[in-house]
């Protein structure tokens, strides 16, 4: 019987890999369109927009990446549209804990805990010091273990022999 890690561990390292830079690119567009457009936390419907925009393109690369190397498995109309399902509820979490976590103000809470901690890391990547910024990171912590399952399951389905 093989263990929990020889069965799902080699692929959530890859997965992992594929999720930090799905999610830097994210959060670089979602910061970055944030900052061309001059919005902050009072601003939550476009910070919702903003978030959508960094997640759709964080989706395409993500999907080929997952497909190909993460799950080492070929694609088809319905594991497509099992990532997709799958990536809709993923959204869904993103979205509600975005503004759930903005009601409960966990971007300033993050903003004054770096800056009473660690000042000279907010004074050298000022970017730490916007609430708005920093929202989005405790998002991305609680979904992944649960993207990762659903990704998993809709990616291998249907497919005779893994390649780990």
Same mark, same amino acid.
């Given at each position: 019987?093989? @263990?929990? !890690?020889?069965?799902? $561990? ?8 594929? $999720?930090?830079?799905? *999610?830097?690119? %994210? ?16 601003? +939550?419907? !476009?910070?919702?927009? @903003? ?13 080929? +990446?997952?497909?190909? !190397? *993460?799950?080492? @498995? ?7 549209? $099992?990532?997709?399902?799958? %990536?809709?509820?993923?959204? $869904?979490?993103?979205? +509600? ?18 800056? !009473?901690?660690?000042? +000279?890391?907010?004074? =050298? ?5 916007? =609430? ?33």
């Amino acid at each position: 019987m093989k @263990t929990l !890690w020889q069965k799902f $561990g080699p692929q959530f390292i890859r997965f992992f890999v594929v $999720g930090v830079l799905a *999610t830097l690119v %994210h959060w670089g567009v979602y910061v970055g369109l944030n900052q061309l457009f001059v919005l902050g936390m009072e601003e +939550a419907m !476009w910070l919702s927009v @903003t978030y959508s925009v960094g997640y759709i393109v964080s989706f395409i690369g993500n999907y080929i +990446a997952s497909l190909r !190397w *993460t799950f080492r @498995t070929k694609g088809s109309v319905g594991k497509g549209a $099992g990532f997709a399902f799958s %990536h809709a509820v993923n959204y $869904g979490m993103h979205l +509600a804990l975005l503004n759930l976590f903005l009601y409960l103000g966990v971007g300033q809470l993050m903003v004054q805990g770096l800056s !009473w901690f660690v000042p +000279a890391l907010v004074q =050298a990547f000022p970017i730490l010091a916007s =609430a708005d910024a920093l929202l989005p990171l405790p998002v991305f912590c609680v979904v992944v273990p649960v993207n990762f399952l659903m990704v998993r399951f809709f990616l291998t389905r249907g497919d005779e022999k893994k390649l780990d």
